[in-house]
Structures are given as structure tokens and as C-alpha cells.
Nanobody, 122 residues
């Protein structure tokens, strides 16, 4: 399974961007999908996640501004980011949980995409 993230860029404060992450390969199903971000000199943080059933969660700092969604038919997760702030500047990463059969037992493995840079100018 490979994940490809796109949609980052440079935007002024108050602007919007939409990130897209497409999964490809031998996909059985995609369970929880997530967006993380990592700013310079900071630890990677979970921004938002969405379960296969559509339940969403957000870090407090983006609530009301970001929306995570997914298209299961396209194996794609999105992150709509509105009212962007300079503090949102970071490399954004997507990941997804995929079932894997290991030693005759099913478990979930988390696949990561490459990052996409989001820069918000003040």
C-alpha cells in the first residue's frame, strides 16, 4: 500500500488549502485514516482522524477551521483547511491503517505517505 499526499503550498493567513491523500496498491480496506503535521523543531502531532464509518476527531487548535473527509470508493482522504494561521505552517503527513495477515493472524499496519509542505504567511 502506498499513500501519496498533495495539495500543500504557500498561502496568506486567512486563506484555504485542501490536502489530498490517495492510497494505492493491493488494498483490502482502509480503516482509520489520519493527518499529522510537523512544524520545525516540534514533534509530529495528530491533526485529525476519520474512521471507516466516518467518525472524526480533531486537535483543539484546528476545530472549526479544518475538516477531514474521505471517499472510500477512491481510497482517498482529504483535509480542508480554512482560515489558515501562521501556526499551521508545517509538513503535513497522511497515514492509514490497513489489515495485514501476519503469522496466520490479522492485524493492522499503519502506512504513511510522504509529507506535503504547508506554509502560511502573516
Amino acid at each position: 500500500v502506498q499513500l501519496q499526499a498533495s495539495g500543500g503550498g504557500l498561502v496568506q493567513a486567512g486563506g484555504s488549502l485542501r490536502l489530498t491523500c490517495v492510497a494505492s496498491g493491493r488494498i483490502l480496506s482502509l480503516e482509520t485514516m489520519r493527518w499529522y503535521r510537523q512544524a520545525p523543531r516540534k514533534e509530529r502531532e495528530l491533526v485529525a482522524n476519520i474512521t471507516s464509518g466516518g467518525t472524526t476527531n480533531y486537535v483543539d487548535s484546528v476545530k472549526g477551521r479544518f475538516t477531514i473527509s474521505r471517499d472510500n470508493a477512491k481510497n482517498t482522504v482529504y483535509l480542508q483547511m480554512n482560515n489558515l494561521k501562521p501556526d499551521d505552517t508545517a509538513v503535513y503527513y497522511c497515514n492509514a491503517d490497513h489489515p495485514e495477515l501476519v503469522d496466520h493472524r490479522w492485524s493492522f499496519y499503519t502506512y504513511w505517505g510522504q509529507g506535503t509542505q504547508v506554509t502560511v504567511s502573516s
